[in-house]
């Protein structure tokens, strides 16, 4: 675990684990190392974001969901709880997906800051 307001727990398999107050807040997939992780038959890592975005879209859009682009430009299906983010791999954008706690998902505080990897955040101010 790491030292800060989150708790960090890094996997061998290409898992990351984050805790808010000692709660299991968001689980973050390597791209390329991580295991696959499929939302109905659709492969969330490893895919160039060119080719993952639009299908992420699509997928919503015959689902009825909401989706909401992030400060940097990941998508996130907040319903399903999930986080498209981007993972440079050798020049080229891959997708790596992320689970969050709905709370998290519905604030943009947090949700433009994930995954947690890094310096450690500051609080939300209450």
Known sequence: MTDGPYGQEDF????????????LACVAFDAIQGPQILLFGFDLSGRKSTEAQPLLFDFAEEHELSVLYTSDGSLALTEMEVLLRSQSVDGVQV???????????????????LPLEGEPFPRHPA
Request: proline share 6%; hydrophobic share 25%; aromatic share 16%.
């Open 12 to 23: 061998p398999d290409g898992v990351k684990v984050f805790y808010d107050e000692n709660r």
């Open 95 to 113: 997708s790596r997906p992320v689970i969050v706690k709905e709370e998290w998902l519905d604030s943009e505080y947090y949700r433009d800051r």
